[in-house]
């Protein structure tokens, strides 16, 4: 008879799981950088990603000088122009900021405002010295207005009184004269002129025309053909310094 051998060591079957790689994602390391804003010139970091920035003051009270020089002109009717020669011509006076502008606003003290009378000294007619004995005296009222400071324009409001005198023997009542003196093109009926704006040394050319009215005086109102225009061109310089 066949025998069969059975083992006494039992067998099992094991099957273990399967287990799945997790895929990991790789991402790649970033780096925060702080936000700079400048603010007066100095480099500060920003949290919350507001940039705010502290505004530089600016000047709003001046002083103001004023200086008259050769090379000008006045000429009235149809009369050629007087060359005049106002060096010496000066003058004081306050400015101020125009809010949000690059204006600013200039008046003159006219107690030290001061413009060189007409002689043969400093006016040629002609080509030819004035006669000795003949003067025209200018007597400020008012000179005001603004400068802009980015444009190089000006404007100046100006009243005054030409007193025509001959010696002892002769004075003639004041003409008046209103007229806008600018770094612009002045324009009237028959007189006209163009400025030139400040430039970086203070440096302009004013141009101003005004109607002149008839005075008190028969002589003057017909030998200037009164009412008439009259024209005026100061080569000048404008200094604002802040106080």
Same mark, same amino acid.
């Given at each position: 008879m066949g025998s069969q051998i059975y083992s006494s060591t039992p067998q099992f079957s094991c099957q273990f799981p399967k287990i799945k790689s997790r895929q990991i994602s790789s991402y790649s390391s970033v780096q925060l950088k702080p936000r700079i804003s400048i603010i007066s010139c100095q480099q500060q970091p920003q949290s919350t990603g507001v940039v705010t920035e502290t505004p530089v003051p600016r000047t709003a009270i001046y002083n103001v000088d004023f200086k008259t020089f050769e090379d000008?002109?006045?000429g009235i009717s149809r009369y050629p122009d007087f060359v005049y020669n106002a060096q010496g011509g000066t003058g004081t006076g306050t400015g101020k900021r125009i809010e949000s502008s690059d204006e600013i606003s200039?008046?003159?003290?006219?107690? =030290? !405002?001061?413009?060189p009378p007409l002689t043969s000294a400093t006016a040629k007619f002609l080509g030819l010295p004035l006669p000795p004995f003949l003067k025209i005296d200018v007597e400020p009222e008012l000179l005001r207005g603004y400068v802009n400071q980015e444009t190089g324009k000006v404007n100046l409001e100006f009243k005054a009184?030409?007193?025509?005198?001959?010696?002892?023997?002769?004075?003639?009542?004041?003409?008046l004269v209103d007229t806008l003196l600018t770094s612009d093109e002045s324009k009237g009926g028959?007189?006209?002129?163009?400025?030139?704006?400040?430039?970086?040394?203070?440096?302009? =050319? !004013?141009?101003?025309?005004?109607?002149?009215e008839p005075i008190d005086d028969l002589f003057m109102n017909t030998f200037l053909g009164l009412p008439t225009e009259c024209l005026a061109k100061m080569n000048s310089t404008i200094s604002l310094s802040s106080t």
């Open positions: 000008c002109k006045l200039i008046d003159f003290d006219l107690e =030290k !405002l001061y413009i009184k030409f007193w025509f005198s001959v010696g002892s023997i002769y004075r003639a009542p004041p003409l028959m007189r006209g002129g163009k400025g030139e704006r400040l430039n970086e040394e203070g440096r302009c =050319k !004013l141009v101003g025309v005004a109607t002149v």
